[in-house]
């Protein structure tokens, strides 16, 4: 079988279920996705979860795979999305231990300074192409095929495989040079061709092989897990979008139009009242509605998740409904020009018993009635970490010990004030919240704090109404222990487009 074509074998596979011809496929291809994959995770115990459930998917889906699939680019880009969700998952180790194991790796293999240099970005750099361009790279520099036999696996001529490479590796090197690493395309080329493939622990491929066979009824419950949010992922990214809306960054241009389509005239609905609420949302019968709304005042959202699933608000913008539509309470929607700044009232209760959701009942009317759509893909981006850097701070206190001191009310959780934010026995979803608005950027926890406590953090404002970001980073370290760290990673964005 080491004479077969990657396809020939696939298809032995999903006709025979052949061991044999699943074991050469992933002989041939698990050192280029283990070490992808250990680029992504910084370790060698996740890269190993991430490589199994690579190639359990390669097993599921082997049968619906078109022929002229290049494998080493579904590969590579499955690795990508397996990876991803890995960090998604496991965010309050990925930062720091990545960049950590891979220079300390790197330093012992004796590797040049370049690749020392590029390794802990590479595959960020390499997210920033599009698919076709990260096939052709890994064709060519992770599994060092001539132009020739990468340009016949993707079917296109030599000269034309030549030019995407060096246009592709150029992308690569600007992305480097703004992170401080000079290089040409050549050295970029060499010492990607050079390094970027380790060798797979030994046992890893009989593991490997014996557990997809099983199409992965044998695998860990983390390893479930992780397939099924890089299937998600996979399937987000199916269809190519138009603009980008982040958790707090802006990635689309300021100038793009979204025309919305016109809501008719309606009667009023018996759900329509002053305030959101979820008694309102328990008495309504399963329904689903957006509509202008009959009011002059921002009455509120309001999920109900105890009841089978709804959701209503009044005199809503439509980014408050797309946020709602697709559990978006922590992202930050930054709509292009050309949305309405029309209000609405909307409401929404599952209608199918079998679908007890509303989101895609709410989701649907989006698209039918306004005519756009959301989806979730991962995109890099510059982000803040929020780190545990001094626990004796001692800003974190036990639940309510703070709450008799301050005479606060008993039902008071949160609270925002000028220079002051005061939580009484509540997670740091609300500072979390908080810190992601000011500094207009994601933060990603990675305190690995999921008790509720009691805090009180104040700062001084310089300016009015101006947020000293500043003292706020200070405020942060200095009274609860808690640090911002800048970095650039993948990210989940919900991504907004018009239907045609």
Not at 112 to 117: E, S
Not at 394 to 408: C, I, M, Q, T, V
């Amino acid at each position: 079988m080491a004479d077969a074509n990657d396809m020939d074998l696939l298809r032995e596979f999903a006709r025979h279920n052949s061991e044999t011809a699943f074991a050469e496929l992933v002989r041939r291809h698990i050192n280029l996705v283990y070490s992808v994959a250990l680029r992504f995770a910084g370790g060698t115990d996740d890269a190993q979860d991430v490589t199994q459930a690579v190639f359990i998917i390669l097993a599921r889906k082997a049968a619906r795979l078109n022929e002229r699939t290049v494998l080493t680019g579904w590969l590579y880009e499955t690795t990508r999305f397996t990876a991803i969700r890995l960090l998604r998952t496991r965010a309050r180790r990925q930062a720091h231990e990545q960049e950590a194991y891979m220079q300390s790796t790197l330093e012992q293999a004796g590797t040049d300074n370049l690749w020392r240099q590029l390794a802990p970005h590479l595959e960020a750099a390499m997210s920033r192409l599009n698919a076709r361009e990260r096939t052709l790279l890994a064709l060519r520099f992770y599994e060092n095929k001539t132009g020739a036999e990468a340009a016949a696996l993707l079917g296109i001529r030599e000269e034309a495989a030549h030019k995407r490479t060096a246009r592709a590796l150029e992308k690569l090197r600007k992305f480097f040079t703004k992170r401080g690493v000079s290089s040409t395309t050549a050295m970029l080329a060499g010492a990607i061709s050079a390094n970027s493939v380790q060798a797979a622990p030994v046992d890893l491929a009989k593991a490997v092989t014996a557990v997809a066979v099983a199409k992965g009824v044998t695998a860990s419950i983390s390893t479930l897990t992780l397939i099924k949010g890089a299937l998600k992922i996979m399937a987000w990214t199916k269809m190519k979008t138009a603009v980008v809306v982040g958790v707090g960054i802006l990635l689309a241009v300021a100038t793009t139009t979204v025309t919305v389509r016109e809501i008719r005239a309606h009667h009023h609905y018996s759900w329509q009242v002053p305030k959101a609420s979820r008694d309102m949302i328990r008495q309504t019968s399963p329904q689903v509605a957006i509509v202008p709304s009959v009011f002059a005042h921002d009455g509120g959202t309001y999920r109900d998740y105890t009841t089978g699933g709804g959701a209503m608000g009044i005199y809503q913008t439509i980014s408050n409904i797309v946020n709602v539509a697709y559990d978006g309470q922590q992202y930050h929607l930054i709509f292009p020009t050309g949305i309405p700044d029309g209000r609405y009232d909307f409401f929404a209760k599952a209608v199918d018993p079998a679908q007890p959701f509303f989101q895609k009942d709410l989701q649907a009317e989006l698209k039918n009635k306004l005519g756009i759509v959301g989806k979730l893909e991962m995109r890099n981006s510059d982000v803040l970490l929020l780190r545990y850097q001094n626990p004796n701070a001692g800003g974190l206190k036990p639940p309510d010990s703070l709450r008799r001191g301050l005479g606060l009310p008993k039902t008071m959780r949160s609270r925002s004030e000028t220079n002051a934010l005061y939580s009484i026995n509540d997670s740091l979803s609300m500072l979390h919240g908080f810190l992601q608005t000011t500094f207009v950027k994601p933060v990603i926890d990675q305190t690995g704090l999921t008790n509720n406590y009691d805090f009180i953090l104040k700062w001084d404002d310089a300016v009015p109404n101006h947020p000293n970001k500043e003292g706020i980073r200070q405020a942060l370290l200095d009274q609860l222990g808690l640090e911002l760290v800048p970095t650039n990673m993948p990210i989940e964005m919900l991504v907004v487009e018009k239907t045609q």
